[in-house]
């Protein structure tokens, strides 16, 4: 029997389109992970720690060892950026130097994290080889942030999206859809498209807020005022912000396992086929395919 190459802690978690990427763990859990929304590293043995230089080069010579020239890298756990420059240098020069085939490497990354980081620090790591940071921004309203526990603003993840794009990164960022429940649904969606036209993502992309072990931990921030949506309250907080989106060349995905509704597209040019889309799952129920409740999950 063989053991794995990569000395993975359990749960290991990266974007759906990092499916054919070596994940690398750089980090364990999350350096904030107090997001009432999250659970990916709520287990004890997802503490966060920064992972020892020594352990990660035994895991890229192991990895070479056993899959030959790996041509994507993914830099676990929940935000690599949180490394200083120096290390991640090192990190993406050992995977260079080991995959001669190396074409890309992406991390998640919290806003937060890139406040630490200038442009010009980030010029570096994409002439070493990093090319997408997948940012959770989750919504662009600073009330359900701070309701949520982002440890993030409008201005703060503006900032951060704006770094990338000057460094000229590839960006893709995540929203969460239904996040302030019925009491913020509205001021959720338009605030949330403010930012995306603001900082133009290359990459964006919806999910459904869902509770896998339960919404006790999420409704502190709400108390009583938290009514989450019916499927088509999310329809319609959809509808909203896509009616205020002014994106000029954005790929739209909201075909997350935890949708409805798969809407797939570029925005601005394909704005009106994905309004007609979410208007028919809103006023003829049945007339578009929607995903089964029981095939929808993180």
């Given at each position: 029997?063989h053991s ?12 759906p389109?990092e499916?054919?990427?070596l ?8 350096s904030?992970?107090q997001c009432?929304f ?16 020594d ?9 070479a060892?056993?899959?030959g020239?790996?041509?994507r ?5 929940g935000?690599?950026?949180?490394l ?5 240098l090192?990190?993406i ?6 995959f001669?085939?190396l074409?890309?490497?992406s991390s998640?990354?919290?806003p937060r994290?890139l406040?630490?980081k200038?442009?010009?620090?980030l010029?570096q ?5 990093l090319k997408i940071l997948?940012?959770g921004?989750e919504s662009g309203d600073d009330?359900v942030?701070?309701r949520?526990?982002k440890?993030?603003?409008w ?8 770094k990338?794009?000057e460094?000229?990164?590839?960006s893709s ?11 913020l649904?509205r001021?959720h ?8 036209n603001?900082?133009q ?13 339960g ?9 009583d005022d938290?009514?989450?949506l ?8 959809i509808?909203?912000?896509l009616?205020?989106l ?10 997350h396992?935890?949708?409805y509704l ?5 925005l601005g ?9 979410v208007?028919?799952a809103i ?5 578009v ?6 095939m929808?999950?993180l």
């Amino acid at each position: 029997m063989h053991s794995f190459p990569i000395d993975y802690i359990e749960p290991v978690f990266r974007p759906p389109s990092e499916a054919k990427s070596l994940i690398l763990p750089v980090t364990n859990g999350c350096s904030w992970n107090q997001c009432t929304f999250c659970e990916m590293y709520t287990q004890p043995q997802k503490k966060f720690r920064a992972r020892k230089p020594d352990d990660i080069r035994a895991d890229i010579k192991n990895a070479a060892e056993a899959f030959g020239n790996v041509r994507r890298v993914f830099l676990a756990d929940g935000d690599a950026m949180v490394l200083p420059t120096r290390r991640l240098l090192e990190i993406i020069g050992d995977l260079k130097q080991t995959f001669p085939g190396l074409n890309r490497v992406s991390s998640y990354c919290l806003p937060r994290n890139l406040a630490k980081k200038t442009v010009e620090e980030l010029v570096q790591l994409r002439e070493a080889g990093l090319k997408i940071l997948y940012v959770g921004m989750e919504s662009g309203d600073d009330e359900v942030l701070r309701r949520v526990n982002k440890g993030e603003t409008w201005e703060s993840t503006r900032s951060a999206l704006v770094k990338i794009r000057e460094a000229g990164l590839v960006s893709s960022v995540m929203v969460l859809n239904g996040l302030g429940g019925e009491h913020l649904s509205r001021q959720h969606a338009i605030n949330t498209a403010s930012l995306c036209n603001e900082t133009q993502p290359d990459y964006l992309s919806t999910l459904v807020v869902s509770f896998p072990q339960g919404e006790a931990r999420f409704r502190e921030g709400f108390g009583d005022d938290f009514v989450p949506l019916t499927q088509q309250g999310l329809f319609e907080e959809i509808r909203l912000f896509l009616e205020h989106l002014e994106l000029e060349k954005t790929i739209f995905r909201s075909d997350h396992a935890s949708n409805y509704l798969v809407l797939k597209g570029t925005l601005g040019k394909d704005k009106e086929r994905l309004l007609q889309q979410v208007n028919m799952a809103i006023t003829q129920p049945g007339a578009v395919p929607l995903r089964e409740e029981w095939m929808r999950g993180l």
